[in-house]
């Protein structure tokens, strides 16, 4: 057991921060998980009215992705990070004076708009304290720490949500600022000067070395990147039904318990992650990072697909582990493959272009289904997610199967 945690030894200082910051804003994490139940139970949407705000709520996280991906590779990626993820804190805190206003619906949107433009800069920052050999274990490691305070988080709000919801808000952004007050004492800015970009442009991988123009042009240079994440989008997809249909499903068969069994849905996803993402990683580390992401697409179909035949809870409580365990593979290896394939002066902007593309299918998910639910009721869904995921299973493994054959082309090549 402990030889599996030695992947974790050798990482730089900073990314053990991060790695305490995280675990400390998660255990706050308690707003999002709970949005699609605050939106109906406590402010009385229907479900496609859920739907839609949840949509605007993840497609203001666009645009401010993509800003953030600009002014964190012009101004650095911690400033960033502390002015804007501080902006989303006191908007929550704000949310808790406001009752079961619509306001506080908007001002969600504005919270998820000001975490789009920090999020860039975190992905960014891991990628320039990191190399290819060690990336998988850094973002595995965040990713832990993500989960170690979520184990709590959920269980904590699931209690608060029906007599204390504005604690809910009001604990959001406390451990958020106390999470940035870690970032801001114990971790430097990572930006890479230019006389460094310089120095070490020369031992940089193809896809890594510096780019001259703008974002779109670098893009276009790297056509399996914007296929991958194309992809990738239809399992986001599929994965944002876990905060979108599950608790319409349990409210469905569960009512007024419905809450406190989507809080506990939660934390199991989240002990899942603590078991199994040492175990996840060592097993799959000789494969590349686009196959390991492939597998989350049986697993996926598995996790969600099998909701369609269950009334009861426990069954539920299987079909979390399948789709925890593919949440695992999707975001220790989604990173990596991007960070592998992001120039050094483009990082900040190439991850936000994950964000982008790959949220494409988080913000459509709750609007699109939402529509669905209405019209054929929310057991239909875990029919149509399993042949999304199945289906992005098909083309990732095609796509990894091209990028192979490109580049055993271009060694050909060269030596003709």
Same mark, same amino acid.
């Given at each position: 057991?402990?030889?599996?945690?030695?992947?974790?030894?050798?990482?730089?200082?900073?990314?053990?921060?991060?790695?305490?910051?995280?675990?400390?804003?998660?255990?706050?994490?308690?707003?999002?998980?709970?949005?699609?139940?605050?939106?109906?139970?406590?402010?009385?949407?229907?479900?496609?009215?859920?739907?839609?705000?949840?949509?605007?709520?993840?497609?203001?996280?666009?645009?401010?992705?993509?800003?953030?991906?600009?002014?964190?590779?012009?101004?650095?990626?911690?400033?960033?990070?502390?002015?804007?993820?501080?902006?989303?804190?006191?908007?929550?805190?704000?949310?808790?004076?406001?009752?079961?206003?619509?306001?506080?619906?908007?001002?969600?949107?504005?919270?998820?708009?000001?975490?789009?433009?920090?999020?860039?800069?975190?992905?960014?920052?891991?990628?320039?304290?990191?190399?290819?050999?060690?990336?998988?274990?850094?973002?595995?490691?965040?990713?832990?720490?993500?989960?170690?305070?979520?184990?709590?988080?959920?269980?904590?709000?699931?209690?608060?949500?029906?007599?204390?919801?504005?604690?809910?808000?009001?604990?959001?952004?406390?451990?958020?600022?106390?999470?940035?007050?870690?970032?801001?004492?114990?971790?430097?800015?990572?930006?890479?000067?230019?006389?460094?970009?310089?120095?070490?442009?020369?031992?940089?991988?193809?896809?890594?070395?510096?780019?001259?123009?703008?974002?779109?042009?670098?893009?276009?240079?790297?056509?399996?990147?914007?296929?991958?994440?194309?992809?990738?989008?239809?399992?986001?997809?599929?994965?944002?039904?876990?905060?979108?249909?599950?608790?319409?499903?349990?409210?469905?068969?569960?009512?007024?318990?419905?809450?406190?069994?989507?809080?506990?849905?939660? +934390?199991?996803? /989240?002990?899942?992650? =603590?078991?199994?993402?040492?175990? *996840?990683?060592?097993?799959? %580390? !000789?494969? @590349?990072?686009?196959?390991?992401?492939?597998?989350?697409?049986?697993?996926?179909?598995?996790?969600?697909?099998?909701?369609?035949?269950?009334?009861?809870?426990?069954?539920?409580?299987?079909?979390?582990?399948?789709?925890?365990?593919?949440?695992?593979?999707?975001?220790?290896?989604?990173?990596?493959?991007?960070?592998?394939?992001?120039?050094?002066?483009?990082?900040?902007?190439?991850?936000?272009?994950?964000?982008?593309?790959?949220?494409?299918?988080?913000?459509?998910?709750?609007?699109?289904?939402?529509?669905?639910?209405?019209?054929?009721?929310?057991?239909?869904?875990?029919?149509?997610?399993?042949?999304? +995921?199945?289906? /992005?299973?098909?083309? =990732?493994?095609?796509?990894?199967? *091209?990028?192979?054959?490109? %580049? !055993?082309? @271009?060694?050909?090549?060269?030596?003709?």
């Amino acid at each position: 057991m402990i030889k599996m945690f030695s992947m974790y030894k050798g990482l730089p200082r900073s990314i053990y921060i991060l790695f305490l910051a995280r675990v400390v804003n998660s255990m706050g994490m308690f707003v999002y998980p709970f949005l699609t139940l605050f939106l109906s139970k406590k402010i009385g949407l229907s479900d496609s009215e859920v739907g839609f705000y949840m949509l605007l709520a993840s497609t203001t996280f666009v645009p401010g992705a993509f800003i953030g991906g600009k002014l964190t590779d012009h101004f650095g990626r911690k400033k960033i990070l502390l002015i804007f993820q501080s902006l989303a804190a006191l908007t929550f805190i704000s949310c808790g004076f406001m009752g079961n206003s619509m306001i506080v619906t908007w001002l969600l949107i504005t919270a998820s708009l000001f975490n789009g433009i920090a999020d860039p800069s975190t992905g960014a920052m891991v990628t320039d304290l990191t190399e290819p050999k060690n990336r998988k274990a850094a973002f595995s490691l965040l990713y832990l720490g993500i989960n170690i305070g979520v184990a709590i988080g959920p269980i904590i709000a699931g209690f608060l949500f029906e007599n204390y919801t504005r604690w809910i808000f009001w604990g959001d952004g406390l451990t958020t600022v106390i999470a940035l007050s870690l970032v801001l004492i114990y971790v430097p800015d990572t930006k890479p000067t230019e006389e460094e970009i310089k120095q070490t442009n020369d031992k940089l991988s193809e896809n890594e070395k510096a780019e001259l123009g703008s974002v779109f042009k670098a893009l276009l240079k790297r056509p399996f990147l914007i296929g991958f994440a194309v992809i990738y989008s239809l399992l986001t997809f599929s994965y944002s039904q876990h905060a979108f249909s599950i608790p319409l499903q349990l409210n469905d068969i569960f009512g007024d318990a419905s809450s406190k069994m989507f809080g506990t849905i939660m +934390s199991v996803n /989240a002990i899942v992650v =603590l078991i199994m993402t040492v175990p *996840l990683t060592n097993l799959t %580390k !000789k494969l @590349k990072p686009v196959q390991n992401v492939s597998i989350v697409g049986i697993l996926y179909a598995l996790g969600f697909g099998m909701i369609y035949y269950i009334d009861y809870f426990p069954f539920f409580i299987i079909s979390t582990m399948f789709w925890t365990m593919g949440e695992i593979l999707a975001v220790t290896n989604v990173g990596v493959y991007i960070a592998n394939h992001s120039p050094i002066t483009h990082r900040g902007r190439f991850s936000s272009f994950l964000n982008i593309l790959s949220g494409a299918g988080y913000a459509l998910g709750p609007a699109m289904m939402g529509i669905y639910i209405e019209s054929y009721g929310v057991r239909q869904v875990w029919i149509l997610l399993f042949f999304i +995921s199945i289906g /992005a299973f098909i083309l =990732l493994n095609l796509h990894h199967r *091209l990028e192979v054959w490109s %580049k !055993k082309k @271009k060694v050909l090549v060269r030596k003709s």
